[in-house]
C-alpha cells in the first residue's frame, strides 16, 4: 500500500471513529435516540445501562477509556456478590 494511500485510509477512519456515539455513563456504543413523546426528540438511550438523556459523547478516546473502566468496575461487583 502507498504512503498516501495508507495516509487517506487513517484520516477516513479517523472520521468514522468521530461520529460515534458513545454512552457518556459506560462508553457503550449501544445508544439510540429514546422513542416516546415528541418533547423527547433529544434524549438518548443506552441498552447496556440503561442510561436516558440528551448528553452523548462523540469521538473514541473518551468513549473507549469510559468503556475500560466501567466494564472493570462492573467486573468487580460482579466478583464481590458472589
Known sequence: MS?????ERKNELK?????IKYCPTC???NIFW????P????LWEC???????????EGGNLGVKL???WEKKHREMQRDNR
Open 3 to 7: 504512503m498516501k494511500k495508507s495516509i
Open 15 to 19: 472520521r468514522v471513529s468521530d461520529r
Open 27 to 29: 462508553g457503550s456504543t
Open 34 to 37: 429514546a422513542f416516546g413523546l
Open 39 to 42: 418533547q423527547l426528540w433529544s
Open 47 to 57: 441498552k447496556e445501562c440503561g442510561y436516558k438523556g440528551a448528553l452523548v459523547l
Open 67 to 69: 468503556r475500560k473502566e
